[in-house]
């Protein structure tokens, strides 16, 4: 009986020691896929924005472009700006076009989705056409989606 035991232990504790390797939580960086591959869609949602050298945070939402199936759609608000925008994801570059009075294109977006964020995380330059300002920006996705 002992010896059935013994030869019984040895037999299952290389497979469940095997079974725990495989379960290790992989790194962030194995899990994402490279930020060139994303496409709009991957985008939809809510972000959070953050405009620091003119001390403004704020929310987007990003959804598809009505009439371009393969462009973003957004509602921005951050300070007293309610706006929306239209823009592009090109092998990791971001551009949207704001328009705060629905006539003329009021600020530019241009940047870039951050390497092993998964998606979670755009970094660039906001410029403000009507003031003549510019501030580094930085999307990060609400969670949730």
């Given at each position: 009986m002992r010896?059935?035991?013994s030869?019984l232990?040895?037999?299952i504790?290389?497979?469940l ?7 290790k939580?992989v ?26 050298a003119v001390k403004?945070t ?9 009439e ?14 309610q706006?929306?925008?239209?823009g ?6 971001f ?11 009021t600020?530019?977006?241009?940047g870039?989705?951050v ?11 906001w410029q403000?056409?009507r003031k003549?300002?510019?501030s580094?920006?930085?999307?990060r996705?609400?969670?949730g989606?």
């Amino acid at each position: 009986m002992r010896n059935t035991l013994s030869l019984l232990l040895a037999c299952i504790l290389p497979t469940l020691a095997l079974g725990q390797e495989a379960e290790k939580p992989v790194s962030a960086t194995q899990r994402c896929a490279p930020a060139k591959t994303f496409k709009a869609p991957q985008l939809y949602g809510a972000w959070r924005i953050e405009l620091p050298a003119v001390k403004q945070t704020g929310s987007m939402t990003l959804r598809q472009h009505p009439e371009f199936t393969e462009s973003l759609r957004g509602e921005l608000r951050y300070g007293d700006t309610q706006s929306i925008a239209s823009g592009d994801l090109e092998e990791g570059e971001f551009n949207l076009d704001e328009s705060s009075d629905r006539i003329g294109i009021t600020a530019i977006w241009t940047g870039k989705l951050v390497e092993n964020s998964c998606g979670k995380e755009i970094r660039g330059e906001w410029q403000d056409s009507r003031k003549g300002i510019t501030s580094p920006f930085i999307l990060r996705r609400e969670s949730g989606w």
